[in-house]
């Protein structure tokens, strides 16, 4: 299981950093996707860090603000995003999957989902 955590209200320019913890289980063998979910859009794939962390993938859309890395020995997986924009705003949901994939793969590739967390960027 899966859960989301650190969204919330932040101005134009500033940054969060979403976490992702694992209960139940360990991290250890899961590649971590971020991803995004705006009103009337489809989910957007972000990120996706492979188990170790020796494979990072980004969309060409977040590349330079958007920075993910993980913590095994905490159970946790993080998205650093910096520079905001209101475009930003979305719900944001982590996803795992244990296979090893090479780059940011469709939604239903993934097993496990959060629950999501609001991200709303606005002055």
């Known amino acids: 299981k899966l859960a989301e955590s650190g969204g919330g209200l932040v101005q134009p320019g500033g940054s969060l950093r979403l976490s992702c913890v694992a209960s139940g289980s360990t991290l250890d063998h899961i590649a971590i996707a971020w991803f995004r979910q705006a009103p009337g859009k489809e989910r957007e794939g972000l990120s996706h860090?492979?188990?170790?962390?020796?494979?990072?993938y980004y969309a060409d859309s977040v590349k330079g603000r958007f920075t993910t890395s993980r913590d095994n020995a905490k159970n946790t997986a993080y998205l650093q995003i910096d520079r905001l924009t209101p475009e930003d705003t979305a719900v944001y949901y982590c996803?795992?999957?244990?296979?090893?994939?090479?780059?940011?793969?469709?939604?239903?590739?993934?097993?496990?989902w959060g629950q999501g967390t609001q991200v709303t960027v606005s002055s």
């Open positions: 996803a795992g999957t244990p296979m090893v994939i090479a780059g940011i793969a469709w939604p239903n590739e993934y097993d496990y």
């Open positions: 860090i492979s188990a170790r962390a020796d494979r990072i």
